[in-house]
C-alpha cells in the first residue's frame, strides 16, 4: 500500500459525458501528478500541483483540467469524453516538487468510455 | 527533449534463469533513474532509482540496475527470476534541467513473461 488513494476505481461512462477523478496523497507530501496510461501511448505525464498551484503540464488536453485543493487533494476532470479517452488514470504524490524524490503511485483509476 | 526506450516489449524467460530488462535514455541535462513494476490490475510500484553515487543500484526482489551514462543506458538486471516476477517492467527518467518539475517521464515497458 503506497499510501496514495483514488476513486473510484473503474468508471464506465459514455461519450459526451464528464467525469471526476480524487485522489489523496500520502500524508505530508505537497506535489500530486497525474499520469495517463492507455494501450497506444503507454504512459504519460498530464499535470502535476504543488502545494495548490500548476507547477507543471504535459500532453493534457484541453478537455481536461485538474486542481489541488487546501487539504491537498486533487481532481482530475475530464469532459467532453471520447472513446479515446478510455485508460487508466494514476495520480501519484512526492514529497517536494524541487527535486527527484520517489513517486508514490496510487492504484489507479480505469475509466472506460462506451 | 527526454526520451526513454525499452529495447524489448516483450522478454520470456525460464524460471530460476537470469534477465535482463534493456533501458536506453536521451537527455542534454543531468538525469535521475528509475524501474517501476506493475503487476496486473496494480498500480506502479518502485523497484529502484539512480540519483547519483555508486553506478550499481540494488533494489527490491533481488532486482539491480546499472547506470552507464557513456551509453546512456540503465539496464535492470535479476540473476534468478520467479514465476512472481512475472509483470510489466517500466523505466523511467526525470531529466533535471531547467524548469525542474520532477514529471516522469516513462518507457513504453517490457512484459517479462517468466515460464516453469
Known amino acids: 500500500d503506497s499510501g496514495v488513494t483514488q476513486t473510484p476505481k473503474h468508471l464506465i461512462t459514455a461519450t459526451g459525458q464528464r467525469v471526476t477523478l480524487r485522489c489523496s496523497p500520502r500524508?505530508?507530501?505537497?506535489?500530486v501528478y497525474w499520469y495517463q496510461q492507455s494501450l497506444d501511448q503507454g504512459l504519460q505525464f498530464l499535470i502535476q500541483y504543488y502545494n495548490g498551484e500548476e507547477r507543471a503540464k504535459g500532453n493534457i488536453l484541453e478537455r481536461f483540467s485538474a486542481q489541488q485543493f487546501p487539504d491537498l487533494h486533487s481532481e482530475l476532470n475530464l469532459s467532453s469524453l471520447e472513446l479515446g479517452d478510455s485508460a487508466l488514470y494514476f495520480c501519484?504524490?512526492?514529497?517536494?516538487?524541487?527535486?527527484?524524490?520517489?513517486?508514490?503511485f496510487g492504484p489507479g483509476t480505469r475509466l472506460t468510455v462506451t | 527533449a527526454q526520451s526513454v526506450t525499452q529495447l524489448d516489449s516483450q522478454v520470456p524467460v525460464f524460471e530460476e534463469a537470469p534477465v535482463e530488462l534493456r533501458c536506453n535514455y536521451s537527455?542534454?541535462?543531468?538525469?535521475?533513474l528509475f524501474w517501476y513494476v506493475q503487476y496486473p490490475n496494480q498500480g506502479l510500484q518502485l523497484l529502484l532509482k539512480?540519483?547519483?553515487?555508486s553506478t550499481l543500484v540494488k533494489g527490491i526482489n533481488g532486482f539491480e540496475a546499472e547506470f552507464n551514462k557513456s551509453q546512456t543506458s540503465f539496464h535492470l538486471r535479476k540473476p534468478s527470476v520467479h514465476i512472481s516476477d512475472t509483470a510489466e517492467y517500466f523505466c523511467a527518467v526525470i531529466a533535471w534541467g531547467s524548469g525542474n518539475t520532477g514529471k516522469l517521464i516513462f518507457g513504453q515497458g517490457t512484459t517479462l513473461q517468466v515460464k516453469p
Open positions: 539512480y540519483l547519483s553515487g
Open positions: 501519484a504524490s512526492s514529497e517536494t516538487s524541487g527535486a527527484p524524490y520517489e513517486q508514490y
Open positions: 537527455s542534454s541535462v543531468s538525469v535521475y
Open positions: 500524508s505530508g507530501d505537497l506535489s
